[in-house]
Protein backbone atom coordinates (compact mmCIF):
# COMPACT_ATOMS: atom_id res chain seq x y z
CA UNK A 1 0.00 0.00 0.00
CA UNK A 2 2.80 2.79 0.75
CA UNK A 3 4.72 1.58 -2.43
CA UNK A 4 1.24 2.80 -4.21
CA UNK A 5 0.96 6.24 -2.04
CA UNK A 6 4.32 6.79 -3.25
CA UNK A 7 3.89 5.79 -6.63
CA UNK A 8 1.12 8.20 -6.86
CA UNK A 9 2.79 11.01 -5.27
CA UNK A 10 5.86 11.05 -7.41
CA UNK A 11 4.00 10.57 -10.52
CA UNK A 12 1.54 14.02 -9.28
CA UNK A 13 5.05 15.38 -8.37
CA UNK A 14 5.97 14.72 -12.47
CA UNK A 15 3.17 16.21 -13.66
CA UNK A 16 3.36 19.35 -11.53
CA UNK A 17 6.55 19.75 -12.72
CA UNK A 18 6.10 19.22 -16.03
CA UNK A 19 3.21 22.11 -15.67
CA UNK A 20 5.36 24.35 -13.99
CA UNK A 21 7.84 24.01 -17.23
CA UNK A 22 5.04 24.46 -19.89
CA UNK A 23 3.83 27.66 -17.70
CA UNK A 24 7.59 29.61 -17.96
CA UNK A 25 9.34 29.01 -21.12
CA UNK A 26 13.39 29.84 -21.01
CA UNK A 27 13.98 33.77 -20.81
CA UNK A 28 14.23 35.16 -23.63
CA UNK A 29 13.86 39.06 -25.07
CA UNK A 30 10.23 38.76 -26.26
CA UNK A 31 9.99 42.70 -25.86
CA UNK A 32 13.01 43.04 -28.16
CA UNK A 33 13.14 41.21 -31.48
CA UNK A 34 15.97 43.86 -32.58
CA UNK A 35 18.76 42.37 -31.05
CA UNK A 36 19.61 45.70 -29.27
CA UNK A 37 19.84 46.31 -25.84
CA UNK A 38 16.57 48.26 -24.76
CA UNK A 39 18.24 51.13 -23.83
CA UNK A 40 17.15 52.67 -20.30
CA UNK A 41 17.16 55.28 -17.41
CA UNK A 42 17.64 54.52 -14.02
CA UNK A 43 19.05 56.04 -10.43
CA UNK A 44 21.62 54.60 -8.62
CA UNK A 45 21.93 54.39 -4.90
CA UNK A 46 23.18 57.98 -4.27
CA UNK A 47 20.22 59.52 -6.43
CA UNK A 48 22.23 59.84 -9.97
CA UNK A 49 20.40 59.51 -13.52
CA UNK A 50 22.27 56.74 -16.04
CA UNK A 51 21.57 55.60 -18.93
CA UNK A 52 22.31 52.47 -20.34
CA UNK A 53 22.90 54.08 -23.80
CA UNK A 54 25.86 56.28 -22.07
CA UNK A 55 27.83 52.86 -22.23
CA UNK A 56 27.86 52.62 -26.02
CA UNK A 57 31.32 51.61 -27.35
CA UNK A 58 31.78 49.43 -23.96
CA UNK A 59 31.04 45.67 -23.58
CA UNK A 60 28.58 45.69 -20.55
CA UNK A 61 27.31 42.84 -18.42
CA UNK A 62 23.60 43.94 -16.79
CA UNK A 63 23.48 41.79 -13.88
CA UNK A 64 19.76 41.81 -11.97
CA UNK A 65 19.46 40.60 -8.61
CA UNK A 66 18.12 41.33 -5.18
CA UNK A 67 19.08 41.58 -1.72
CA UNK A 68 17.39 38.82 -0.46
CA UNK A 69 18.59 36.35 -3.10
CA UNK A 70 21.87 33.94 -2.20
CA UNK A 71 22.67 33.26 -6.10
CA UNK A 72 22.88 36.50 -6.01
CA UNK A 73 25.72 37.50 -3.92
CA UNK A 74 27.27 33.67 -4.80
CA UNK A 75 27.27 34.89 -8.38
CA UNK A 76 28.57 38.26 -7.71
CA UNK A 77 31.78 36.49 -6.32
CA UNK A 78 32.25 35.18 -9.63
CA UNK A 79 31.56 38.19 -11.16
CA UNK A 80 34.13 40.01 -9.74
CA UNK A 81 36.60 37.51 -10.22
CA UNK A 82 35.27 37.85 -14.31
CA UNK A 83 35.56 41.75 -13.85
CA UNK A 84 39.23 41.94 -12.33
CA UNK A 85 39.96 39.67 -15.92
CA UNK A 86 38.73 42.14 -18.29
CA UNK A 87 38.85 45.85 -16.27
CA UNK A 88 41.61 46.48 -18.43
CA UNK A 89 39.89 46.01 -21.67
CA UNK A 90 36.88 48.19 -20.83
CA UNK A 91 34.68 45.90 -19.14
CA UNK A 92 31.60 47.78 -17.50
CA UNK A 93 29.16 46.08 -15.19
CA UNK A 94 25.81 46.92 -14.20
CA UNK A 95 24.23 45.87 -11.17
CA UNK A 96 20.21 46.28 -11.28
CA UNK A 97 18.04 45.90 -8.24
CA UNK A 98 14.52 44.90 -8.13
CA UNK A 99 11.93 46.45 -6.77
CA UNK A 100 13.43 47.11 -3.33
CA UNK A 101 14.14 50.59 -1.43
CA UNK A 102 17.08 52.84 -2.10
CA UNK A 103 17.71 52.23 1.96
CA UNK A 104 17.75 48.02 1.92
CA UNK A 105 19.93 48.44 -1.11
CA UNK A 106 22.29 51.01 0.23
CA UNK A 107 22.93 48.96 3.14
CA UNK A 108 23.57 45.71 1.34
CA UNK A 109 25.89 47.28 -1.31
CA UNK A 110 28.15 48.79 1.99
CA UNK A 111 28.37 45.17 3.21
CA UNK A 112 29.38 43.77 -0.23
CA UNK A 113 31.79 45.73 -2.42
CA UNK A 114 30.63 44.79 -5.97
CA UNK A 115 31.95 45.92 -8.90
CA UNK A 116 30.55 48.68 -11.25
CA UNK A 117 27.23 50.82 -10.94
CA UNK A 118 24.40 49.43 -8.91
CA UNK A 119 20.68 50.82 -10.11
CA UNK A 120 17.43 51.09 -8.83
CA UNK A 121 14.48 49.14 -10.60
CA UNK A 122 11.91 50.27 -8.43
CA UNK A 123 9.00 49.47 -9.80
CA UNK A 124 10.41 46.16 -12.43
CA UNK A 125 9.88 48.15 -15.51
CA UNK A 126 13.77 47.14 -16.92
CA UNK A 127 13.52 44.34 -15.52
CA UNK A 128 10.26 43.65 -17.45
CA UNK A 129 11.67 44.84 -20.89
CA UNK A 130 14.02 42.49 -20.59
CA UNK A 131 12.08 39.57 -19.96
CA UNK A 132 13.45 38.80 -16.63
CA UNK A 133 11.70 35.72 -14.76
CA UNK A 134 14.09 35.24 -11.94
CA UNK A 135 17.21 36.12 -10.33
CA UNK A 136 20.13 36.18 -10.96
CA UNK A 137 19.49 37.16 -14.41
CA UNK A 138 22.76 37.92 -16.52
CA UNK A 139 22.88 40.18 -19.47
CA UNK A 140 26.12 40.64 -21.98
CA UNK A 141 25.67 43.83 -24.12
CA UNK A 142 28.68 44.52 -26.98
CA UNK A 143 30.27 47.77 -27.32
CA UNK A 144 27.48 47.99 -30.29
CA UNK A 145 24.58 47.66 -27.31
CA UNK A 146 23.94 44.21 -29.21
CA UNK A 147 22.80 41.24 -26.31
CA UNK A 148 25.55 38.90 -27.01
CA UNK A 149 23.95 36.48 -24.19
CA UNK A 150 22.07 35.73 -21.60
CA UNK A 151 21.90 33.49 -18.46
CA UNK A 152 21.54 32.70 -14.65
CA UNK A 153 25.06 32.18 -13.65
CA UNK A 154 28.49 33.66 -14.70
CA UNK A 155 29.78 29.91 -16.02
CA UNK A 156 26.70 29.72 -18.22
CA UNK A 157 28.10 32.96 -20.24
CA UNK A 158 31.53 33.31 -22.24
CA UNK A 159 32.68 36.66 -21.67
CA UNK A 160 34.97 36.17 -24.23
CA UNK A 161 31.86 37.28 -27.11
CA UNK A 162 32.15 40.77 -26.09
CA UNK A 163 35.73 41.10 -27.01
CA UNK A 164 35.45 39.81 -30.96
CA UNK A 165 39.79 40.01 -30.97
CA UNK A 166 39.73 37.04 -28.41
CA UNK A 167 37.24 34.82 -30.90
CA UNK A 168 39.54 32.41 -33.50
Not at 60 to 76: A, D, L, N, Y
Not at 127 to 139: F, L, M, R, S
Request: hydrophobic share 40%.
Amino acid sequence: MNKKILLLVLVLLLILIALYVGQNPPMSFLKNKTGLAPDFTLHDIYGKKFQLSSQRGYPVVIFFGTTWCPQCRSEMKFLKARYDQYVQRGLKIIYIDINESVERVSRFTQQNSYPGVILLDLDGSVAYEYGVQGVPTIILVDATGTIKGEGRTVSDLSLNVLFPDNIK
